[in-house]
């Protein structure tokens, strides 16, 4: 591809629009008007009507005529701690202008003063007016809405978001709840004995294939995704602050190094909580890129979301492999490139920083070449995988991938390997799915490696034997059973619905044949016989009747092979006297699938219908016309992999490949709820080369994640005390999350700053089991600056393990004016601690000089180590004059943070100590609901 044709698919909206026409119409135009009004066209469209060139051979565009014109999101930006960006993107989306170089001007060089204090003459026009009348007036026509939603984002960063009373009161129920929601395991579709080489290719043309679908967590209030935070483990967290680490350095221009993982764990581990935990946070943090900030077309994903089969897709909200990178159905090679399309979806995935993929162990080493290959050529970039991290998710001790192919994770000479020296494992061992039943969980784990020599344990087999049925009599006739073969499935479908249903319509697929005198399509009198791969040539349905998609249909909508329903309505037309099926409504398994195509007639309650699909037969020459969906009473172990249900009746008689027994006994949620058929201990086993291969795996470290407990290994600080600073902006709305966090618990000394409390009694719910709390508002910290007493915010805390002897020196003589408080710890070793607090408004001048005043105190008091903690709102990164820490300096404190302590990579939480102490361990911790992170110093 030529160096000129490549430039406009390297290039983003802003520089579009600097480029567009040199015509009357485009020279007032802003940047919000142009993205509003017109489209950009693509290789192949060029030549339709009203299509006009961009300058410089940056493309073309053309006026969107259907509907109305399109809704701009960008990214906002707090006022208060991002000003330039700020007014910069105000500038950029209502000001017309052709060159960066028009935004700013030497009298005015920043944003701000440009946007209030600059007038401009717009072209064609005699009259000087002011930039921000110009902003304002274009601006209301994109932000109606605009002060409601600046009061709610102020509301939100001084007092948190809304919470739910009843989550308060019964919390515990409420996470139950919102995990039943969100944690629903991804089904897997396939079988291997009935599958096409690629099952989840097919794609309704009627469907984007190009356009990323919102992830579910986007959906959720931010509440919901703070209690998904909330309720990660050690292990989940430390992965989760891991990329969250990552997705910061990105967005301060650190460049970091891709980083490719394996999130590795058994059945109901938690797998799925972790990738829509990690995809909310690290799609919030990745849209302050530079790269989003310029385009104001900020729906192009960050990050990814990728599975192998669409139910897995569907259960995070994202794609098939196939449809997000637009793979062939033939895998086989050379690699095909994407051609004329590789401009598209270039451009759709212009802003991808992260792929996730999803059921790693269904992928083959085929297809995982492919991905790697696609994404090098979209990205320009040699590296593996185009550059983007990767996180693959999965459990190799499940189904391996068609065709009894070796999964990913084991070696084979000979065969191109992409997995081997690239992932790292990070590997999740605490069940959630089978949490009220821990025996069973625990004996799932042990069936999960089970070898096929090994005998099961005296108790591992007296626990099945409790459940072991003598046939399918024995068992609950309604629930789902699983058996390994399609012939066993197709067998008990049929015993079924001849059984229980009276009114059963018999559909017959509509199949074509070319007729070779005619050249027409003809249809036959009867269906052909198919293959097992096509659409059935016979299906029998009532009122009722349990049926399955076997097609994706819409992958985002959860109309996916694998769907599970009931037949709720069976609509039938006539057609030359005869009556025919025209429409099948179902009810949903999934309330949150089909939400496209519910309601689609009169009196319906959320039926969902669902046409004949029409594809080609194996025989060449052929088109069949049929739903796509099969009965459903039983189905295939390979149906059910990433299923969770109540109740299950399963059969261990023909399994035939390792995984799939413990893939069957491994859906329900308690033991009481399966029930085994066909029982045989020889059918349970793993594949060794597993258990090998992921021995030998390198692991993931994270000890820098979470640092404390880490160090905490080491039994030389078992007597160490730790001492640890966080800016909580809000204690009352954050305590829920503070309890939740793996670290911060484990201080003996707690400090925190911006407490935002108020009034002389603290509230239960803010006391912490174990600890004293000691606080000081901001009303009470002030007497002589009225501006600061009466402003709402600040305060300082400090909560003490009841085990220390301490006392706090809550007023120190001759010191005011400060948001501070000093403790005195007598036992088990002496030391003064102080937590101070500097609103951003405190005039630096006054604020040295009473710091200085309670420094000098505490030099009085000769009681060693002092340190001193706190949020001084003074960058110690940077390279301007720092006199809150020359201070210190002067006063023979050494700093011992040496990183950043925010989101924006500056360090304003320092810690200070007075004395040379070579046993002092210091560093920054992790957390996500706070603009700062928290410090730590441990002294030995």
């Known amino acids: 591809m030529d160096d000129d044709v490549e430039n406009v698919w390297m290039t983003g909206l802003p520089d579009k629009y600097k480029a567009r026409p040199n015509r009357p119409e485009f020279e007032n135009m802003c940047m919000a008007e142009f993205a509003s009004e017109y489209r950009i066209v693509y290789a192949g469209q060029t030549k339709r009507k009203n299509v006009l060139p961009l300058q410089n051979k940056l493309g073309h565009i053309q006026k969107r005529t259907r509907g109305k014109p399109a809704v701009i999101r960008f990214a906002r930006f707090s006022e208060k701690k991002d000003p330039e960006k700020f007014y910069g993107t105000l500038l950029k989306l209502y000001l017309p202008y052709r060159t960066d170089r028009q935004l700013k001007c030497t009298k005015f060089p920043t944003y701000q003063t440009f946007y209030a204090l600059a007038s401009v003459k717009l072209p064609g026009s005699d009259e ?75 794609a309704s043309s009627s469907v984007s294939n190009t356009a990323m679908p919102l992830m579910e967590a986007a959906k959720l209030s931010t509440a919901q995704i703070r209690k998904m935070y909330q309720s990660l483990n050690q292990t989940q967290a430390s992965i989760f602050y891991a990329v969250r680490d990552w997705c910061k350095r990105c967005i301060s221009g650190e460049k970091p190094e891709q980083f490719l993982y394996f999130l590795n764990g058994g059945a109901g581990v938690g797998k799925s909580h972790v990738v829509k935990s990690i995809y909310a946070e690290a799609s919030k943090i990745l849209r302050r890129l530079p790269c989003m900030q310029e385009n104001t077309d900020i729906s192009k994903a960050t990050v990814l979301l990728a599975a192998f089969t669409g139910t897995a897709a569907f259960n995070i909200s994202g794609k098939t492999l196939h449809c997000l990178l637009k793979l062939p159905r033939s895998l086989k090679p050379p690699y095909q490139g994407l051609g004329n399309s590789l401009d598209e979806i270039r451009a759709d995935l212009s802003n991808a920083h992260i792929l996730i993929i999803d059921e790693i162990s269904m992928v083959s080493k085929q297809l995982f070449a492919y991905v790697n290959w696609r994404l090098q050529q979209i990205k320009g970039n040699h590296k593996p995988f185009g550059g983007l991290s990767v996180l693959c998710v999965g459990d190799f001790y499940q189904l391996p991938p068609l065709g009894r192919a070796k999964p990913l994770c084991v070696y084979e000479e000979h065969v191109l390997d992409f997995w081997k020296d690239h992932f790292q494992m990070i590997t999740l061992t605490q069940i959630m799915r089978q949490r009220e039943d821990l025996a069973y969980a625990e004996l799932l784990n042990r069936l999960r490696i089970k070898q096929k020599h090994e005998k099961l344990t005296d108790a591992d087999k007296c626990m099945l034997e409790a459940v072991i049925r003598s046939g399918p009599e024995e068992c609950p006739s309604d629930a789902l059973h699983i058996y390994a073969t399609n012939k066993e499935v197709d067998n008990h479908n049929t015993a079924v619905i001849s059984s229980r249903f009276s009114e059963i319509i018999t559909v017959y697929a509509n199949d074509y044949k070319k007729d070779p005198r005619t050249g027409e399509m003809k249809r036959q009198g009867v269906p052909l016989k198919g293959d097992k791969r096509d659409l059935v040539d016979t299906l029998q349905i009532a009122i009722g009747v349990r049926v399955m998609l076997i097609r994706n249909i819409d992958v985002e909508d959860g109309l996916v092979n694998g769907t599970f329903g009931k037949v709720a309505k069976i609509t039938t037309l006539s057609r030359d006297g005869v009556p025919f099926v025209h429409l099948i409504g179902l009810h949903l398994d999934d309330v949150n699938a089909g939400q496209k195509h519910r309601n689609k007639a009169p009196g319906d309650d959320n039926i969902v219908y669902i046409e004949r699909l029409e594809e080609p037969l194996k025989r060449k020459g052929t088109i069949r016309r049929q739903f796509p969906m099969k009965l459903a009473f039983a189905c295939t172990i390979h149906k ?40 045989n201990e020889n059918k349970i086993f793993c594949d060794p080369e597993i258990r090998t291969s992921l021995e030998s795996m390198p692991k993931a470290d994270f000890c820098d994640f979470q640092p404390i407990l880490h160090l905490l290994q080491d039994s030389n600080l078992n007597s160490a005390i730790k001492i640890i600073h966080h800016n909580t902006e809000g204690l009352q709305c954050h305590m829920d999350d503070l309890k939740c966090h793996h670290e911060l618990l484990l201080a003996d000394i707690l400090c925190l700053t911006e407490s935002h409390l108020s009034g002389l009694c603290v509230p239960e719910y803010l006391q912490l089991d174990g600890y004293t709390m000691y606080m000081r508002n901001r009303h009470s910290s002030y007497t002589n600056y009225a501006y600061l007493a009466n402003k709402n915010g600040g305060g300082v805390a400090v909560y003490v393990k009841k085990i220390f002897q301490a006392r706090p020196m809550m007023y120190i003589q001759n010191v005011t004016d400060l948001e501070y408080l000093v403790l005195k710890l007598e036992a088990p070793k002496q030391a003064l601690i102080a937590v101070i607090y500097r609103p951003p408004s405190y005039r630096l001048s006054d604020f040295l000089l009473n710091l200085n005043g309670l420094l000098t105190s505490l030099e009085i008091l000769n009681i060693k180590p002092v340190i001193v903690c706190g949020d001084f709102n003074e960058d110690q990164l940077s390279h301007c004059n720092k006199p809150i820490m020359n201070l210190f300096y002067d006063k023979g404190y050494t700093q011992l943070i040496s990183t950043g302590t925010t989101e924006n990579n500056t360090l304003l939480d320092p810690v200070f100590i007075n004395t040379t102490h070579s046993n002092v361990r210091a560093g920054v911790l992790q957390t996500y609901y706070s603009y700062h992170d928290p410090v730590y110093c441990i002294l030995e």
């Open 128 to 202: 000087v007016q002011r930039v921000y009348n110009i902003v304002s007036k274009n601006r209301e026509k994109y932000e109606k809405h605009n002060e409601d939603i600046e009061r709610a984002i102020e509301d939100f960063e001084k007092n948190g978001p809304i919470e739910d009373a009843w989550t308060t009161l019964a919390p515990t129920n409420e996470l139950i709840r919102l995990e039943s929601i969100m944690e629903r395991e991804p089904i897997d579709p396939n079988e291997v004995n009935e599958q096409d080489d690629i099952p989840e290719y097919t």
């Open 640 to 679: 059910v992999q990433g299923m969770t249900t109540d109740s299950a009746v399963v059969s261990l008689k023909h399994i035939f490949e390792p995984g799939m027994a413990y893939v069957a006994l491994s859906r329900t949620t308690t033991l009481s709820g399966l029930h085994i058929i066909d029982f």
